[in-house]
């Protein structure tokens, strides 16, 4: 089974020839597009089975219960680590100190873990996670190798940090906090 992301083109239509008189047409392109509900493919057998209940600890009305409620929520659920939501809902701005854009020099990085960096990256944005991307604001990739032997990209905001505005949340003395609930 091939899963696809909403928006993916997969094939151009062009016309190149007509077929009454053989000569060449103009060419032009064709959008087609269908939605796909992106939840359907985590409702299938498969997605369920990464839930699969012992059934001796579940009477099977339970597990019904469970699997409508897996399928209602299904959109929250998260099947690889390339399975990563979008939200409109929030935005998010850093307020800063000064309006100068930071654009850190790229670091190299060599061998094998380049090419372990960039195999990531693409896939990252074969994810529509990342983008190419033209802005004035940059910073650098840090490859961090995990226990495991896998490895972790990571940004190094250190300097747009030492421009970001502090947030200011002082928290209550806590002596305090206790003797107010004494009474």
Not at 53 to 73: A, G, H, P, R
Not at 81 to 90: A, E, F, H, Y
Request: hydrophobic residues 35%.
């Amino acid at each position: 089974m091939i899963q696809l992301k909403a928006g993916t083109i997969i094939a151009f239509a062009q016309k190149l020839v007509d077929r009454n008189n053989g000569e060449l047409a103009e060419a032009g392109f064709e959008w087609c597009k269908k939605e796909v509900n992106a939840s359907e493919h985590k409702k299938s057998e498969s997605f369920m089975e990464m839930f699969r209940m012992d059934e001796d600890k579940l009477t099977s009305e339970q597990n019904k219960k469970v699997e409508i409620l897996l399928n209602k929520f299904s959109k929250c659920i998260s099947l690889s680590d390339n399975d990563v939501g979008k939200t409109s809902t929030l935005s998010h701005s850093i307020k800063l100190t000064r309006d100068i854009a930071i654009k850190q020099p790229i670091r190299r990085i060599n061998g094998e873990l380049a090419e372990e960096v960039e195999t990531q990256l693409q896939q990252l944005s074969d994810d529509g996670i990342i983008r190419p991307s033209n802005s004035p604001w940059s910073s650098c990739i840090v490859p961090i190798k995990k226990r495991c032997g896998g490895l972790r990209l990571a940004i190094d905001y250190r300097l747009l940090n030492n421009l970001a505005v502090k947030d200011s949340f002082p928290l209550p003395n806590l002596n305090d906090a206790v003797y107010n609930l004494h009474g």
